[in-house]
Structure formats: structure tokens, C-alpha cells
């Protein structure tokens, strides 16, 4: 079992070779950086006729045309695309039925299926955690079948597959493709949030979604969607990311770019006002300091994280100094009886989920939930949303898929990739514990960024760490029996 690992150490063959053949169509440079040049040239007549031309429909098709046809030829663009317009959540409609980020998740999946038929890519799933959520899955759909809207019932479990396929065309991505993928999509989704938070001011939606809400905080980017919690679980991630990359990336312009984001970023969520994404983060923030004997190996990293903890954290005193917060934001951030009402208010759908378990181990659907447990609310928790709504399997399925993402964590050389993998999946499992996040894109693209950055890293592993890389490896992994 352990053969391979230590090949991979010993020098017999590269460390985390690349195997994968790529879904990229291979082109000359020259090609590609022609067909990048018309397809922005496109995409700006597009942009053109939306807004001096004010034909909306026909820009976005100008513009959506060439970008189909680039995703097709090389996913590793269609990814960037996607990283890009994920950040507008459920925002940017059409008649409150279509939004950009659905649509560019539908082009991906069929633009990547079309490519699959050409480079038929060969990948392994190495990471059994994808094999534990076919599983998870796979009940979900059988649930829905007992459940007593059939029709209804199965638009939830589709929603559950789409997902699914979002998470395995993500990963085999980036798992067939360079750690310049990997970069490019972090920076693109970068670009996409706080291009995505400016647009929002300048047309005023960011104003409208104060007025929708009774605490007169930000909720949402465009459109009719409102969603604090998903608004701020956007903007943390991109914080995050932006810390990663502006470690990484030595271009002074991206630099620039990421450092307006770990100063900006954190005043939008102070604007956003949710509780629990601040808690999320500022736990996040400073749980690299737990591992102690990491931080005595990179002591570097860690007082960069402490310079942007503090830089950070001066934007945000300036903002609260200068212009203070409304109103009802302030008394949210700074209420503990209102805190103590909501913690109360999200322990009644925790209370019914044990309970409605203990009746139907098996689940009662999604629509079910509501007429078993009397409720009009979702369990505000991951681990009770798949307990409550898909039974005692569901959960037990969910439990071991995020212990199996914790030991791919756990496994990763340590690097700037592991601190990031880290950060992303403390994040997303202590906002797990405020909020239910298994309906929503970005809680399961990034759990495939958390799987694919253990072979990032495996890209700025310099051969003289191989001795470390093998000292923790047998220490994590092998008996200890092994070394006496």
C-alpha cells in the first residue's frame, strides 16, 4: 500500500508526476494567445452593444458564443470563467429565472463533456472521498423516491447529482492540468468578487439589498437574490484566496491587486454583518498557530499571516472609525442578547433533526422535513441538514466524506498549498456549524480545490524536502511498530 509513497519519495520516479494526460486541446502558443486576443476582442464588442447599445440579449450572446467554443477547447479557461461569475451567487438574472453562474455551470458541463469525446482524458480518483459523496448521492436520490412530492422531490435530488458533477469536472481540471491552473482560477475568482461587489454599488443593487433587509446590511450582490450568509462565505473564500496568492504570485501587478483585496474584503463583511462568517474567519485566521512544530518549520508564513491579520484589521478600524456601520449591523455585531436569540432559533430545527432521525432513521425527504418537523426552516448546520432531512446513512456518509477531505489536509507537504487547502476547509466546516452550505456551488468547488492542492503542492516540493516529506508522511501514516 505504501509502495508507491515510497517511490515517489525515494527518487525512483518524480514526486506527484503528472500521469493525467491533460483535457486541454494542445495548440501552439501562438494559437493561444490569438485565440485569447479575438476572444476578448468579442467579448468587448459584446460588452458594447449591452451598454451603449442597450440590447442585453444580443451582447450576451456575441459574447457567449466564442466563450462556449473556448471552454470546449481548453476547460482549464472554462474553469476561469466559472471562478469568475461564481461570486454573483444566485444574482445576475434574467426574469428571476436564469442567473450568469447557472448558465456558465451548464456550459461547463457540456462544453466539457463535448471535450471529453475529443482528448478523452485519462484520470485516476485517487481521493476516495469523491467515491463516498456517489454514495451520499445516490441516497439522496433514493430519499426523494419515498418522499411525498415525488415530482418536487426529484428537482431536490437532481440539484444533488448537478452538484455532484460540479465537484468531479472541477477536480479532474485541475487534476489533469498544471499548478498554473490552479493559480489562474484562484486569481480569477479574485477578480470576479470584487468586480462583482463593484458592480453591485455602481448600479445600486448593493443599496437596493440594504432596503430588503430589516437590518440594513448587505445581502447580496445583483439581482432579487438575498443571502447574507452566502454573500459573506463568498467573500471570506476570496480573502483567503487572495492571502495564498499574494504569497505566491511574484507579479507586482497581481500583488497590487490582492493586496486592495485582504484591505477591502474585510470591510464588506463588516458591512455584510454576519456573525458567524466572522467567526468562521477570525478562527481560521489564527488556527495555523495550533500547530506548533508547522510554525516552527515556516516561521516566514506565519508572520506574513499575522501582517495580513493586522493590515487587515486596520482597514476595517479606519471604516468602523470613519463611517461606522448601520445601525442594525452594529447591534447585531454587538448585541449578545440577540446573539443568544439567534444561537436559541437555530438550535430548534438541531433539536428536530436528532429527533425526526430517531423517527425515520432512513430521512424524510426534503419537502418531508417540513410536514415532520413542523418547521418552515432548515437545519442551519451541514452535519444536521443531512441527519435531519436524509437520515442517520446521510449523515454518517457526510461525516466520513469530510474526514476523508481532513486526512488529504493532513498528508499534504507543507506549503503555502496546505495553508491554503487548511484555511478553505476550517472556513467552510465552522461556517458548516452556523449556516447549511450542501445547496450551494462554491461549498463544493472548493472542497475540490482542498483535494487538488495536495498535488499542487507536490509542484513546489523541492527534492531536498523529500526527507521531511517522508519523516511526516511515516509519521501520520505508517505503524509506529514499523521503526523499531
Known sequence: MYAEYENEINGEEPFYEQSERTCDIQLPPVVNFLLLVIWMAISLIG??????????????????????IGMVLKPTF??????????????????????????????????????????????????????????????????????????????????????????????????TNGEKTFRWASRAYIVGTLGTIALAFITGSAVRA?????????SATLGQATDANMLASLTAIAFLAAIYLFARDRKIIWRALYL?????????????????????LAFTLFSPLL????????????????????????SAGLLVRSQGLAAGVETRLTDFQQAREAVSYRMMPVKQAVLCAVRKPLGTSYYGWFEES???????????????VYGIPAAALFALFVILIMLTVKRTPLGL??????AILTYLLIMGLNVGQLYQKHFWVFLAFILAAERMAGFFTAPADNELIQAEYEEEFLPQEQFV
Not at 485517487?126 to 441516497?139: N, S
Not at 506548533?292 to 506565519?302: K, S, T, Y
Request: aromatic share 10%; charged share 10%; net charge positive.
Open 260 to 280: 486592495a483585496a485582504i484591505l477591502f474584503l474585510p470591510i464588506m463583511l463588516l458591512k455584510i454583518g454576519s456573525r458567524g462568517a466572522l467567526i468562521a
Open 210 to 218: 440594504m432596503e430588503d433587509t430589516p437590518e440594513q446590511r448587505y
Open 47 to 68: 460588452f458594447a452593444v449591452i451598454f451603449l447599445g442597450k440590447n442585453p440579449v444580443a451582447g450576451a450572446i456575441i459574447i457567449a458564443v466564442p466563450t462556449f
Open 291 to 314: 500547530f506548533v512544530r508547522q510554525v516552527a518549520r515556516r516561521p516566514g508564513l506565519v508572520a506574513l499571516l499575522l501582517v495580513v491579520v493586522l493590515l487587515a484589521s486596520i
Open 417 to 422: 498549498e496546505k495553508l491554503y487547502a487548511r
Open 78 to 175: 472554462g474553469l476561469c470563467i466559472l471562478m469568475l461569475v461564481l461570486p454573483t451567487g444566485a444574482g445576475i438574472g434574467f426574469r428571476q429565472a436564469f442567473s450568469l453562474d447557472r448558465g456558465v455551470g451548464i456550459a461547463l458541463a457540456v462544453s466539457f463533456a463535448l471535450n471529453v469525446l475529443i482528448t478523452r482524458p485519462g484520470l485516476r480518483l485517487g481521493h476516495k472521498a469523491l467515491w463516498v459523496m456517489v454514495i451520499y448521492t445516490l441516497w439522496v436520490c433514493l430519499v426523494s423516491l419515498a418522499g411525498p412530492y415525488l415530482g418536487y422531490e426529484l428537482v431536490r435530488a437532481f440539484t444533488q447529482v448537478q452538484l455532484l458533477a460540479l465537484i468531479f469536472i472541477v477536480y479532474w481540471i485541475l487534476q
Open 374 to 388: 413542523g418547521l418552515r426552516i432548515l437545519p442551519h448546520s451541514d452535519f444536521f441538514l443531512a441527519l435531519g
